[in-house]
């Protein structure tokens, strides 16, 4: 992935100072998702173009210590679009610049040139407005240019991939700070674990523009991929930051101090996932459950509340992503667990597209959120596996409702809400698959929906639960799926 970042302005090459690399040499340094280089195209006294070129191994992020847990399989588009290793690639790159600090010239660090940057590709899937949206209040023109899936075959239309221009008067610093910060907000997605530490960097290269940015709620969100204690703790130290926005919340505050008398207390709204986990949780209470089987567990967060309730004597997770098992038998701290509580649980690998004894005999299995990650080829092998070969009692489904997407304004009517999704359901379709699986394989069903409702599109997301005689047919017989998973499973916890 190719980015260039040329400057005008008298003495054009003193820019090598703040930038710490000299502009008669090339850089040349691995860094954790592979390789940059930096160097000078084009040098002259009124100009000088500096180009950042990275060189990822996707093989090494899904092989190494922390890789995309989306990337399943070895080709995919980390080494072709800007993201968050690009930002870390420059900071690998310009360091010190990003930090504010030249050990020469640093009279020059606080003077505002002419920028022209050009990113080769960038992934967006919230579009070219959101792009400007990002970009132009920070002073930028913005040029964005989308380009075709494939340049071979028109028919298949345009990508989610654009080339990106700004133009605009910044210092050395503002400029690199608003790549490290805005390029992994457009692509939404990060190849490392977000915490504490990506709050920090978010206010120490981003919080002196960050604060008057007006969308700075929609980059915090994605910037810190939605985890709601890190956004709130970020936009209030902002807020404390900038002394417009803490006089705006104190006008706020005296005008609602003087129209309200004597307020109720208004307790805290979950989240969107929190009310869908507390809803399947109240789906298995309900029918007495001894046993569940979380499918699709990734880090266990049905899990660690399953772990509450004394009822569930035994448990298990699978998924097929190791590195989402790791995680969840971290959450759940299954290494320090007491000898009884131990043995309730187990994680295991495994896929739901194979058949699998190991899922059989279970009072509740639950899918939360995994059947849109499926091909549609393949949610009938994944309809055999559980309802025709594992059967449990009941069987609990949760999906996006797709006709709730027009009411984010990021994702729209015509987007998914995670690139990794292969569909989406309406309520109608959602309703349709559920009575065909229901009178295929012999179970009762209802539907519900979860979240907020809106009068017009419904609930966010969507429950369907199905109820049969768990000793009703016989589970080895009609068509096999595409294999038999049951032997050579490693057991991971």
């Known amino acids: 992935m190719l980015l260039t970042l040329t400057c005008y302005a008298p003495n054009a090459p003193d820019i090598g100072y703040l930038l ?3 502009p008669a040499s090339v850089f040349e340094r691995p860094f954790s998702g592979g390789k940059v280089w930096a160097f000078y195209p084009d040098v002259a006294d009124d100009h000088v173009t500096v180009a950042m070129l990275t060189e990822i191994d996707p093989i090494g992020l899904v092989r190494g210590p922390a890789p995309l847990t989306q990337l399943g399989h070895y080709i995919n588009d980390r080494p072709y679009v800007a993201s968050s290793l690009t930002s870390v690639a420059l900071n690998t790159a310009f360091g010190s610049a990003l930090a504010g600090r030249a050990t020469s010239h640093s009279e020059r660090l606080s003077e505002r040139m002419r920028w022209e940057v050009s990113v080769g590709v960038v992934a967006c ?23 075709p899936l494939d340049l071979r075959f028109s028919a298949w239309g345009q990508a989610d991939l654009y080339a ?14 608003h790549l490290y910060v805005l390029l992994p907000v457009l692509d939404n997605s990060k190849h490392y674990y977000v915490g ?24 915090a969100k994605r910037y810190l991929r939605y985890k709601r204690p890190l956004v709130q703790s970020t936009l209030e130290r902002l807020a404390e930051s900038d002394p417009a926005l803490r006089e705006a919340e104190a006008q706020a505050e005296e005008s609602a101090a003087a129209t309200e008398v004597a307020p109720e207390p208004v307790e805290a709204t979950p989240g969107l996932h929190e009310q869908r986990l507390n809803t399947v949780m109240a789906a298995i209470r309900a029918v007495g459950a001894h046993s569940l089987v979380d499918l699709g567990c990734g880090e266990g967060r049905l899990l660690s509340l399953a772990l509450t309730e004394r009822s569930l004597t035994r448990i298990l997770g699978m998924d097929v992503s190791p590195v989402a098992l790791a995680r969840a038998g971290r959450r759940l701290h299954v290494e320090s667990m007491a000898p009884m509580q131990r ?8 896929s739901l597209l194979y058949r699998d004894g190991r899922l059989r005999d279970f009072d509740v299995a639950a899918l939360v959120e995994v059947i849109e990650h499926l091909d549609t080829s393949r949610l ?63 179970y009762r069903w209802t539907w519900q929906g979860i979240g907020p409702e809106d009068a017009a599109v419904g609930a966010p997301s969507q429950m369907v639960i199905f109820d049969g005689n768990p000793g009703a047919g016989d589970a080895n017989e009609g068509e096999g799926n595409e294999g038999d998973a049951t032997a050579g499973k490693e057991t991971l916890a």
């Open 380 to 442: 009938s092998a994944m309809e055999r596996v559980v309802f025709q070969h594992a059967r449990p009692q009941r069987v609990i489904v949760t999906t996006p409702n797709r006709e709730y997407n027009v009411r984010w304004e990021a994702i729209g009517e015509q987007r998914l809400r995670h690139r990794d999704h292969r569909f989406e359901w309406t309520r109608a379709e959602c309703q349709a698959w559920a009575e065909r699986v229901a009178a295929t394989y012999g």
């Open 196 to 219: 504490e530490e990506e709050t920090a960097k978010l206010l120490a290269h981003g919080g002196v523009w960050l604060a008057a940015h007006p969308e700075r709620e929609l980059i």
């Open 125 to 147: 899937e919230a579009g070219e407005e959101f792009m400007t949206r990002l970009f132009a209040p920070l002073g930028y023109a913005v040029t964005t240019t989308r380009l």
């Open 20 to 22: 710490g690399k000299n």
């Open 343 to 350: 043995a309730r649980i187990q994680l295991t690998q495994g």
């Open 164 to 177: 990106l221009k700004l133009d605009g008067s910044q210092t050395v610093r503002e400029v690199l700070s």
